[in-house]
């Protein structure tokens, strides 16, 4: 009975990361088999298996914010800067913008709620979003860092 508790508790982490990134709309072995890339190509030395896996997970949620930045911000700016901030369509788009920042800047143990980032954080941040959306690594990091503030 031990032995089970102890096993239990050895991998009950794996479990809570499991729904964690069925909860982020991810398929859970997908995550698994590209940790199992990552592994296999040295490109992760070191890990465990729960960091590896968290770190499979950061990555394909950084994938998917960059897409929906790249897909999102030409028409989000538009309208933020066309004055059309009253609209539904502006609505939608904000919170499409909303939810790739926080897959930029969140990970799977991240509680982070997008509408922090209201129209002035975007705003302000204009240039760095979009060249990010381009997949420029600087302001990537320019935008993961004002999020922080």
Same mark, same amino acid.
């Given at each position: 009975?031990?032995?089970?508790?102890?096993?239990?508790?050895?991998?009950?982490?794996?479990?809570?990361?499991?729904?964690?990134? *069925?909860?982020l709309?991810?398929?859970? /072995?997908?995550?698994? =088999?590209?940790?199992?890339? %990552?592994?296999?190509? +040295? &490109?992760?030395?070191?890990?465990?298996?729960?960091?590896?896996?968290k770190?499979?997970?950061?990555?394909?949620?950084? *994938?998917?914010?960059?897409?929906?930045? /790249?897909?999102?911000a =030409?028409?989000?700016?538009? %309208?933020?800067?066309? +004055? &059309?901030?009253?609209?539904?369509?502006?609505?939608?788009?904000?919170?499409?913008?909303?939810?790739?920042?926080?897959?930029?800047?969140?990970?799977?143990?991240?509680?982070?709620?997008?509408?922090?980032?209201?129209?002035?954080?975007?705003?302000?941040?204009?240039?760095?979003?979009k060249?990010?959306?381009?997949?420029?690594?600087?302001?990537?990091?320019?935008?993961?860092?004002?999020?922080?503030?």
């Amino acid at each position: 009975m031990a032995d089970e508790d102890e096993a239990q508790a050895a991998y009950g982490w794996m479990d809570d990361l499991k729904e964690k990134t *069925e909860n982020l709309g991810f398929d859970f /072995n997908e995550i698994k =088999e590209y940790a199992d890339y %990552l592994e296999k190509t +040295g &490109k992760a030395a070191g890990l465990t298996q729960e960091e590896l896996l968290k770190l499979a997970t950061k990555q394909k949620m950084l *994938e998917r914010g960059l897409g929906s930045l /790249n897909d999102n911000a =030409e028409d989000f700016y538009e %309208l933020l800067n066309g +004055g &059309k901030k009253d609209t539904a369509e502006f609505a939608d788009s904000l919170k499409d913008m909303q939810d790739a920042v926080v897959d930029i800047v969140g990970g799977p143990d991240s509680d982070l709620d997008g509408s922090i980032f209201d129209a002035k954080f975007f705003k302000e941040n204009e240039q760095n979003i979009k060249k990010a959306a381009d997949g420029d690594l600087e302001a990537i990091e320019a935008v993961q860092t004002a999020a922080a503030q």
